[in-house]
């Protein structure tokens, strides 16, 4: 059983288009993270979301996290080529090991 | 440089011989983890350490994997008598107790075992 769900799975969208994609989990995280990887490498850490309800900003992408520290979405507007990565989720309780999901994999066509 | 560093970074082997694998963590970083990756999923914990102690492993981690860092600094993963479900990237990352789970992750060694 997958501890943090991640859709849509894949999602491919044209440059310049706004896209959202979500991270779900029956389980409450003291915190949670976003992380992108490219084909090869290792995943680069985005941001990190503590408080419940939390909106952090990153140029043009934002993270939420929800109410009740089970879930998160990532907006990003106007995508770019460069945006094109797999999106991880990982969540946090507090034993020193993280929870990743699946991924989105994005793909933004110029 | 001072990011996380791993070797090698691809490795083909045979079924049922021994690998070994390294990665230099950031040289302030206490903590170091191991993680294993397959095509289509997450990253999934393996093992950790705090300085040179290996604090948790993972049911993943069968007696054919062991991993150790002897002096507090890098770490090595070995895969004894290795079969193809083995093959994934091996994933090293650090952190430092101030900087909480913030994982700092290495490119990775990316094993296939024929």
């Known amino acids: 059983t997958q501890l943090l769900e991640q859709s849509p799975q894949f999602l491919s969208i044209q440059e310049g288009e706004n896209l959202t994609v979500y991270c779900n989990s029956s389980?409450?995280?003291?915190?949670l993270q976003w992380y992108r990887q490219e084909p090869g490498e290792g995943p680069v850490l985005l941001v990190t979301?503590?408080?419940?309800?939390e909106v952090k900003k990153l140029k043009r992408l934002t993270f939420q996290f929800g109410d009740a520290r089970k879930d998160s979405s990532l907006h990003i507007t106007a995508a770019q080529p460069g945006d094109t990565g797999l999106y991880l989720c990982?969540?946090?309780?507090?034993?020193?090991?993280?929870?990743f999901g699946k991924g989105n994999q994005v793909v933004v066509i110029p | 440089d001072t990011g996380v560093s791993q070797n090698p970074r691809h490795k083909i082997t045979k079924r049922g011989q021994n690998v070994t694998f390294r990665c230099d963590p950031i040289?302030?970083?206490?903590?170091l983890y191991w993680y294993r990756q397959t095509l289509g999923q997450g990253p999934e914990f393996l093992t950790y350490?705090?300085?040179?102690?290996?604090?948790?492993k993972s049911r993943l981690l069968s007696d054919r994997f062991s991993a150790e860092r002897p002096k507090g600094s890098f770490s090595t993963l070995e895969i004894q008598r290795t079969e193809q479900g083995d093959s994934a990237m091996y994933l090293c990352?650090?952190?430092?107790?101030?900087?909480?789970?913030?994982?700092?992750f290495g490119s990775g060694t990316q094993l296939s075992v024929l």
């Open positions: 990352a650090s952190s430092s107790t101030q900087g909480g789970e913030k994982l700092f």
């Open positions: 389980s409450v995280f003291s915190s």
């Open positions: 979301v503590v408080t419940g309800g």
């Open positions: 990982a969540g946090a309780k507090g034993n020193n090991r993280l929870a």
């Open positions: 040289s302030e970083h206490n903590r």
């Open positions: 350490f705090q300085n040179e102690a290996q604090l948790e």
